[in-house]
């Protein structure tokens, strides 16, 4: 399993944007697909956004068209570009790694809070 950093987090005002990104231990990173979720108080955690280990990407219907997930496996780290925040953004964001045996990792979490 590799283990998993995020970084990123912080409050920013509607509109606005944020980068996470989540470094990731380990000389096999580029065989993992990734993914980030989020948990919101008194919510469920929901997919946000994945790529898979050739770059293929997947998002909620909720965050289309303003976040963009993307990887650079040169230096192990997955990242989700956040534009056009909305308040119902905040949340704690969570990175995820799968391995190609379906082993999950998870990250400790990073708050993003979207004033309105």
């Known amino acids: 399993q590799v283990q998993l950093v995020e970084s990123g987090g912080g409050l920013v005002q509607a509109g606005g944007s944020l980068r996470l990104s989540c470094a990731a231990s380990g000389s096999i990173f580029h065989f993992y697909a990734m993914g980030w979720y989020r948990q919101a108080p008194g919510k469920q955690r929901e997919l946000v956004a994945t790529i898979t280990s050739g770059g293929s990407t997947n998002y909620a219907d909720s965050v289309k068209g303003r976040f963009t997930i993307s990887r650079d496996n040169a230096k192990n780290t997955v990242y989700l570009q956040m534009n056009s925040l909305k308040p119902e953004d905040t949340a704690v964001y969570y990175c995820?790694?799968?391995?190609?045996?379906?082993?999950?990792?998870w990250g400790q979490g990073t708050q993003v809070t979207v004033s309105s």
């Open positions: 995820t790694g799968r391995n190609p045996i379906l082993t999950d990792s």
